[in-house]
């Protein structure tokens, strides 16, 4: 068994890992527990959320009835693919709220099938990054609700002037893909803590690619959102902020050794 090695501040080199190498067999077992532990958690958020679909709806579409009727447009949304089109929606908006409810569990599940890989003096981590990642997405998800959607619905429904009548479950799946991806852009310290581990990055490398990170985040803005200078600029300030965090997190995390010369 190799010993592990300590670099000079005294925190374990890469060298522990060898230690906890699994076989494929048990890495494939591994994930296939902590799978099975999500999905109970999203069955029993889901059985949860069942009995407060209406409220759930409501909340989902609340902000595209408010922009049609602060613009004075005519219509709504619809059942317009097929006739089941309303239980498939009941549906979804069930499973919604169970991935909601079940967040802390899937995150747990994710980082508790990622810890095998983290020295040991590391995995007692697990439980606040779990947090961490949770509360991140959370965040994002809310901000694509609260602050984006507000600006970016009057956009679209004023371009032409029409009468607006969308597929219930188009509009449903277009919002909860926006959510996911604000949700996962927010992850972005947690991703600078999971790479400084890994010895990938420090403090100084994204220090000086901030210079390259700003406008590279800019862009990913103006894909992910409206082509308005107003929802760009509302998306890719707080990267920016969360990408300062995570030179910050960088800076307490990495493991990455420098050598002088």
């Known amino acids: 068994m190799t010993t592990p090695q300590l670099r000079d501040d005294g925190k374990q080199t890469a060298d522990e890992m060898d230690e906890h190498r699994m076989p494929l067999l048990d890495h494939l077992r591994e994930l ?9 958690a999203l069955a029993i958020g889901m059985m949860i959320s069942l009995n407060f679909v209406d409220e759930i709806y409501a909340w989902m579409t609340d902000p595209f009835l408010v922009a049609c009727e602060d613009a004075g447009i005519k219509g709504g949304l619809a059942m317009v693919n097929t006739p089941f089109e309303s239980i498939y929606t009941w549906l979804a ?6 991935v909601v409810l079940a967040l802390p569990v899937i995150a747990l599940q994710a980082w508790l099938f990622i810890a095998p890989g983290l020295y040991n003096t590391e995995k007692r981590v697990v439980l606040p990054l779990a947090f961490s990642s949770t509360v991140l997405f959370l965040m994002g998800a809310s901000f694509a609700y609260y602050v984006m959607f507000p600006i970016a619905f009057p956009f679209f429904l004023t371009i032409l002037e029409l009468d607006i009548s969308l597929s219930v479950s188009g509009y449903l799946k277009a919002i909860v893909k926006m959510m996911i991806a604000f949700g996962l852009c927010f992850q972005l310290p947690v991703i600078s803590w999971f790479l400084a ?3 990938l990055i420090d403090h100084i490398d994204m220090t000086k690619g901030f210079r390259y990170a700003v406008p590279c985040i800019f862009l990913f803005a103006a894909l992910l ?37």
């Open 93 to 98: 908006v069930a499973f919604f709220g169970g």
């Open 197 to 199: 581990r890994m010895g």
């Open 225 to 261: 959102t409206p082509p308005d200078p107003l929802t760009q600029t509302a998306l890719g300030i707080p990267l920016v902020i969360l990408y300062g965090v995570g030179i910050v997190v960088a800076y307490f995390a990495s493991t990455k050794v420098r050598t002088e010369g």
């Open 32 to 40: 296939r527990n902590r799978v099975l532990w999500a999905a109970g």
